[in-house]
């Protein structure tokens, strides 16, 4: 254990196993308390943009019509592969209410340089080709013209009766049919890099990499029990409620502004700039309401086709995707071909690793494969693993991030032999992975030890749970558990405290607020100010009205954003010692300041109090903080599943689920618990039923929410929560970040209890009805 | 811009005028469910819509012990559940008008609808074949009666001339010993399409079959009425090999394709397993024991 000199240390050091802490907190946390007692932090008050929810007030981007406003639409791609010969847009231009068209051929040209598209970086001419398809088209539903028009109605039928000539291509659906040799190249430019080198001939594999640690030879000449598999999951889509939007105006004095739903609105502006080659100070970006986004609202799609539609035409326009638009041409995530070796002695001791992840990165590379393969192992100490990772183009939409983008896959094969090498040595399965857990100091394969994480307080928290010894009663029932790790980050975050007069603090930030995080910012704010979350206002403002703020992605925003705040906040303490002393003729130094309270020699002021004074000690008080923090604390979670399996229809009930997570701090209980359930009924729906259903000419079968099947609440039991917390040394309050890691081991969990209820282990997902009676069927067939 | 008359006969004289104006330019719109969407996706594109909602002929819901049930044509399934007579006489019509689309969409959808529509996968079609239910159509020149199962023709094809409306579905009342179930299998629990579907009637007399009906849903390119099925249970004494018999049964005449919904060998092992359970849940509720 690390020494424990200062408070945040010290919540770490005693972060040992024990229940409840006897403090004021209003729930009680299941597991490993972060030890240190808060006000604010830890309780649950209302969410500050609560009213405007519940009442339907809150403005997203499809409410949002501007005066004078024109209505684009997209002509995508029917195809999944072809040239484009020509475009005839003359009928289209020629309709009456039609204002303008746009194509590729309105883009400045790209530049060849690296850009930042949000969590990390990417060619400029495949963000260009993305947004608009220059002379080929990648995937079915690549955006190729921009219409508009009076109403929506008009650009819809404009768009329609432009004409493409396509020479048709043949295409790659999946990784290991575009790494085939007699594969169609996508990017005739595209030469893969080969451990860090860049190849000679073009390719669809854009990279492959390898990281290792000791000899997996050696682990596996000593292992008493080798388990192999290979697996595949299909693509899925993010599938979040809202679909992308966005107003833009481009002004007569050169400025542009754009109004959408997004994950980071200087993404958008910063990306809007390069692609059109404009000073990032000349667009202004405001961030409506979002439903939803799960990583899916970074990429940038129409904001730089509607700016240019309406300099074109100098008027405001407006475009809203539809439901099949975002499912054909909008970010899924990878589909995967991952195969994973297991060896350990009869002792139970893991002594070799390996694995190969191939992951389709859809029509431009950047599959999320890397982190697949750093997450694929990462709740085992094991001295000898080998991981290779493969980046593949191929002919779907280009892969956005998704929910710790590139773990689930990676988990669904590893955790699955994991458990199998588990039971063959007859070990209980949380025994075996407690056995072989990550502890701090542990190695990773891509490199980094481990500080102080939960893998261990998560899986006994899994043992401990009552689900885990439940009886499971009834027919062709079956239990199972798996672990998933995801790193969470840092980035950058700004935040301004603006103090009023009456006591209350306007909290200006720049983070979307996805699930809840204007009112977890605005708690660590509170906390620091000893006043109540509810006297913090937060508000989420325009790019031109904050100081930069990367993504609401990577779990940062609470624990990053929380942090400018705090330091934010940290600095109007100061400044209302040095008030306070202004009062009664001291020093700042001489004023303590404890829980809102400012005292001196036996005189105290309230924060209130004080602040009414600000025009008489010297103005406004206002402070700005910004971070870059690096002390970013890791997650693991962990599921119990319970589940029936229907063995004449395939079909598998969820009977009962337990999501265990190890979050640092719980700033505000109800959004942890919420983003708990969340991500579990992704994941089970990316167990069961969710998947891009391809036909054979490489089209989407299936791009409506009736046929893309995303659970029910009729589907799924109440997710049951069990909250960990082994808090995080490297931030003020201990927060690690819980949006992420809890969507990663749910197939692989559902997988294994579809093991012990039905016998069959499936090594495909979704795991449909169709595929586990097949799976029960031939199991049924070879015992015959 | 594409435009789109909409008419709303308030009686049926205006009504069948209104189609025989029209003919194939026309669309009967009830409930909307399916019509709708399928204009606002581009699928459909009829110049001119008829709501017969208001048209009193198209909203009767009335039970009679001689006559049966007559159901108009745009009577949504809210009512039809909600309706004691129903309930109790036509619970296998119930097990389908309960589980097309959510709550809300059930406000609105009529069976009328669903069988115009005339999808392959409709919920409330085999449930009406099993119950014997006929078809009353009008026009102008005049009405005719046709079986459920005769009125489909292929997917979205109806024997519905262009100056024909569906006015009402007419159900014989049951007879004494009888029961009926409609099972779907689909993937989720709810708001989704049937990948196969099974609805069976069967008549209970002295331990034995004396008669039995089952029609499929998705396994064709109409609901499909299983003759082969109902004749291997007449006469067998009452228990599970003869319901395992008329599954097999059922399980040969599935004539499906594989699509995103499943693969036509699974849709065949459905009509099996699903005849078999709703003929259980059939027997059941005309007094039956399978022991």
Redesign the interface.
């Known amino acids: 254990m690390s020494s424990a000199t200062t408070a945040k240390a010290e919540a770490a050091a005693s972060a040992s196993r024990r229940n409840g802490s006897g403090d004021s907190q209003d729930y009680e946390p299941n597991m490993v308390l972060a030890t240190r007692h808060f006000d604010v932090v830890g309780t649950r008050p209302v969410r500050h943009d609560g009213t405007d929810k519940v009442t339907g007030r809150a403005i997203y981007g499809a409410d949002l019509t501007l005066p004078d406003s024109l209505h684009g639409a997209v002509l995508r791609s029917p195809h999944a592969h072809a040239r484009i010969r020509s475009i005839d847009t003359s009928k289209a231009e020629a309709m009456d209410?039609v204002h303008a068209v746009v194509t590729a051929d309105d883009l400045p040209p790209a530049e060849d340089k690296q850009v930042d598209v949000g969590e990390g970086m990417t060619r400029l001419a495949y963000v260009h080709g993305n947004i608009l398809a220059n002379g080929k088209v990648l995937y079915q539903g690549h955006a190729i013209v921009a219409v508009a028009a009076r109403?929506a109605?008009?650009a819809q039928?404009a768009a329609r009766a432009i004409e493409v000539d396509y020479e048709l291509l043949p295409s790659s659906m999946t990784a290991p049919e575009a790494m085939a040799p007699e594969a169609e190249v996508l990017h005739e430019d595209l030469f893969t890099k080969e451990f860090g080198e860049e190849t000679a001939r073009p390719s669809n594999i854009a990279e492959h990499f390898r990281w290792t640690l000791g000899d997996v030879g050696d682990g596996f000449g000593r292992s008493s029990v080798v388990a192999e598999r290979t697996f595949d999951t299909a693509t899925v889509h993010q599938g979040y409620i809202e679909p992308h939007n966005v107003t833009a105006l481009w002004n007569h004095d050169g400025r542009l502004h754009i109004w959408c739903s997004t994950q980071g609105a200087f993404v958008v502006r910063d990306v809007t700039a390069k692609v059109l080659e404009i000073p990032v100070s000349n667009i202004k970006v405001t961030p409506l309401e979002i439903g939803g986004g799960f990583g899916g609202k970074i990429p940038v799609y129409l904001e730089p086709v509607a700016a240019l539609l309406s300099r074109k035409t100098g008027r405001p326009v407006k475009m809203v995707m539809t439901r099949e638009d975002v499912f054909i041409g909008t970010g899924p995530t990878a589909g995967s071909h991952v195969r994973v070796k297991v060896g350990a002695s009869a002792d139970g001791q893991l002594q070799a690793l390996e694995a190969s992840l191939a992951y389709e990165a859809g029509a431009y590379p950047g599959s999320y494969v890397a982190p697949g393969g750093m997450c694929i192992f990462a709740p085992y100490d094991c001295a000898n693993v080998s991981v290779d990772c493969y980046d593949v183009v191929v002919n779907k939409p280009s892969c956005a991030a998704y929910r710790a983008p590139g773990a689930p896959q990676a988990a669904f094969a590893a955790e699955q032999v994991i458990d199998e090498v588990a039971e063959r040595l007859g070990i209980d399965p949380v025994e075996f992975r407690l056995q072989n857990c990550s502890k701090e100091g542990t190695r990773r394969v891509d490199g980094p030890k481990f500080r102080r994480i939960g893998c261990e307080e998560v899986l006994r928290a899994v043992q401990d749970h009552p689900h885990w010894s439940a009886p499971l009663g009834g027919q062709n029932r079956g239990r199972g558990v798996a672990v998933g790790f995801w790193f969470n980050v840092g980035l950058e975050s700004s935040c301004t405290l603006n103090v009023n007069t009456d006591g209350t603090v306007h909290l200006v930030e720049g983070s979307t607020d996805i699930g809840g995080t204007r009112t977890s910012i605005a708690m660590q704010a509170a906390e620091v100010l000893g006043i109540s979350a509810e006297e913090i206002l937060p508000e989420v403002v325009d790019t031109d009205s904050v100081g930069f703020t990367s993504v609401t992605g990577g779990s940062r925003t609470t624990f990053a954003t929380g942090w400018a705040a705090h330091d934010a906040a940290q600095k109007i303490v100061a400044e209302m010692r040095s008030r306070a002393g202004k009062l009664w003729g001291v020093g700042p130094e001489a004023v303590e300041h404890e829980k809102g309270v400012y005292s001196c020699n036996g005189k105290s002021i309230g924060f209130r109090e004080l602040a009414a004074k600000a025009s008489r000690t010297g103005g406004p008080v206002s402070a700005t903080a910004t971070v870059k923090p690096r002390g970013v604390g890791g997650s693991f979670s962990a599921d119990i599943v319970d589940v029936e399996v229907d063995l004449?229809?395939?079909?598998v009930d969820i009977l009962r689920f337990t999501a265990v997570q190890d979050v640092g701090k719980a700033v505000h209980p109800s959004y942890v618990e919420g983003q708990m359930q969340g991500g579990s009924v992704q994941g089970i729906g990316w167990a069961?039923?969710e998947e891009y259903?391809m036909g054979d000419d490489g089209t989407m079968?299936?791009s409506s929410l009736?046929?893309y099947?995303m659970?029910?609440v009729?589907?799924l039991p109440m997710i049951d929560t069990c909250i960990v917390e082994v808090a995080n040394p490297g931030h003020p309050f201990g927060v690690r970040g819980v949006g992420e890691a809890n969507i990663i081991p749910p197939p692989a969990a559902i997988a294994n209890a579809i093991r012990r209820a039905a016998g069959v282990r499936l090594q495909r997902l979704p795991m449909?009805?169709?595929a586990v009676?097949?799976a029960v069927?031939k199991a049924r067939g070879m015992a015959a | 811009?594409?435009w789109i008359d909409y008419l709303r006969p308030r009686t049926l004289d205006e009504c069948l005028d209104a189609f025989a104006e029209h003919g194939e330019a026309a669309r009967a719109l009830a409930g909307g469910t399916d019509l709708l969407v399928q204009m606002r996706e581009g699928r459909r594109s009829n110049a001119v819509v008829i709501d017969v909602k208001a048209v009193e002929e198209c909203n009767q819901l009335s039970y009679d012990d001689s006559e049966g049930l007559t159901l108009g044509a745009a009577v949504p399934c809210y009512r039809i559940y909600g309706d004691e007579a129903v309930r109790r006489h036509y619970p296998g019509l119930i097990d389908s008008v309960s589980m097309i689309g959510g709550t809300q969409i059930q406000g609105r959808a009529s069976v009328g609808g669903n069988l115009c529509n005339a999808s392959p996968s409709a919920d409330a079609v085999p449930a009406l074949i099993a119950l014997r239910a006929t078809c009353l159509i009008a026009s102008s020149e005049g009405w005719r009666n046709v079986p459920v199962e005769d009125f489909c023709t292929g997917p979205g094809q109806t024997v519905l001339r262009p100056s024909e409306v569906l006015l009402a579905l007419l159900l014989p009342p049951p007879e004494p010993g009888s029961g009926a179930c409609y099972l779907r299998?689909i993937?989720?629990?709810?708001?989704?399409?049937a990948?196969a579907g099974a609805g069976v009637s069967v008549r209970l007399s002295g331990g034995r079959f004396a008669d039995a009906r089952v029609a499929l849903a998705a396994v064709a390119p109409t609901p499909l009425l299983v003759r082969e099925a109902g004749e291997v249970l007449k006469g067998r004494p009452v228990d599970r090999n003869a319901l395992g018999l008329a599954g097999e049964a059922a399980r040969a005449a599935a004539r499906p394709i594989s699509?995103?919904?499943?693969?036509a060998?699974?849709r065949s092992?459905?009509c099996a397993?699903l005849t078999r359970r709703a003929l259980e849940t059939a027997v059941q509720r005309a007094g039956g024991d399978l022991g």
């Open positions: 209410g109403n109605h008009i039928e004449e229809t395939g079909k069961l039923n259903f079968r299936n009736l046929d099947r659970p029910t009729l589907d449909s009805p169709p009676w097949a069927d | 811009m594409h299998f993937p989720r629990n709810e708001m989704d399409i990948v699509d995103m919904r499943g693969t060998e699974y092992n459905l397993v």
